[in-house]
């Protein structure tokens, strides 16, 4: 490998990891990005939003985060592109007060989000569509990230809100709150089977002046991708690490097993015409209003491509 190179990164994640933001922290972790002479600086941002503006603002090279903002941010003329994805799919449930025992229930509650246009967001306007609920019959509120979506649930000040899997089953686990999983992650897949997830995301500018710093970050990603679905004791390494809510030994291997057999990985760094067609299709469909953007204008595919062509393809949902 030539020699060391740095690249600085905002996690939209915040502070914190929950099952599908892990591919970044399994790269920092397992040491995919420094095997690679990549030396990867984090700066916790709130929100995919806040971590797309920190790339415009120069605070940063790129970012991590939903792949909402990131369009939203190109259909508004803003030079940004996508580089690699960390997922396929959000690894969430459905928390809900008790009160609240079917999805029918759900027209009038208030749910609690992140932020608008944030990943919670998108999310959770499939759901309600796919459940045939108007967005008018949902009292939205942000709220910010999952410690305070948490606390407005325990305080029974809000009636909903989509919760890292992790942290729903600790929640439905604990007898003492008014809480319970009303939709589970196989639920919430069969729902909204195209679901939004997490991006690495720059600038055009930084795409051309950058080219071995992003085919790093790509295929360092990818690399972690890998790990976590082929190998458990990977998976719980990085898990241990990195999530704080912990949970029984055989839950975690449940949430690992899920992942994998749902294809959550992106071991081919997920950028197919088929799924970003998809993608784009229904973003477009629930902002209609936005200026509709073509594939190839926010996708940079050239460094997944130069990694596959170094470390092959594997079998996998986004293998072709």
Not at 13 to 22: A, E, Q, R
Not at 129 to 137: D, F, K, P, V, Y
Not at 290 to 315: C, D
Request: aromatic content about 6%; hydrophobic content about 45%; glycine content about 8%.
């Amino acid at each position: 490998m030539a020699a060391r190179l740095s690249i600085k990164l905002a996690a939209g994640s915040g502070p914190t990891f929950g099952v599908d933001d892990l591919a970044c922290a399994a790269a920092t972790h397992l040491g995919t990005w420094a095997d690679l002479g990549l030396d990867v600086t984090w700066t916790p941002v709130h929100g995919g939003v806040a971590a797309m503006q920190a790339v415009l603002d120069g605070r940063v090279d790129a970012s991590y985060g939903g792949l909402g903002p990131v369009l939203r941010f190109r259909s508004e003329g803003q030079p940004v592109r996508i580089v690699v994805s960390m997922a396929r799919g959000l690894a969430q449930n459905l928390v809900v007060q008790k009160r609240i025992t079917s999805t029918e229930q759900l027209r009038g509650c208030s749910w609690a989000l992140d932020g608008f246009g944030a990943l919670s967001h998108h999310m959770a306007r499939l759901l309600v569509r796919s459940l045939g609920i108007a967005e008018t019959e949902i009292k939205w509120e942000a709220v910010g990230p999952p410690p305070e979506r948490i606390s407005r649930l325990l305080a029974d000040t809000i009636d909903v809100s989509l919760i890292r899997v992790e942290e729903a089953i600790s929640l439905d686990l604990d007898a003492s709150n008014s809480l319970h999983n009303l939709l589970g992650y196989a639920d919430l897949k069969r729902l909204v089977p195209v679901q939004p997830h997490g991006v690495l995301a720059t600038l055009e500018a930084y795409e051309k002046s950058h080219p071995e710093e992003l085919h790093r970050l790509a295929r360092g990603v990818i690399q972690a991708s890998r790990l976590l679905h082929e190998d458990f004791a990977a998976f719980r390494k990085v898990y241990d690490h990195h999530v704080s809510v912990k949970v029984p030994d055989e839950h975690v291997r449940r949430i690992w097993t899920q992942e994998r057999e749902s294809g959550g990985f992106a071991v081919n760094g997920e950028l197919t015409e088929r799924h970003w067609s998809a993608q784009m299709a229904l973003f477009f469909e629930l902002n209609p209003s936005m200026k509709r953007i073509e594939r190839e204008a926010v996708i940079a595919p050239q460094f997944v491509v130069q990694s596959l062509g170094e470390i092959g393809r594997v079998a996998g949902a986004d293998a072709a």
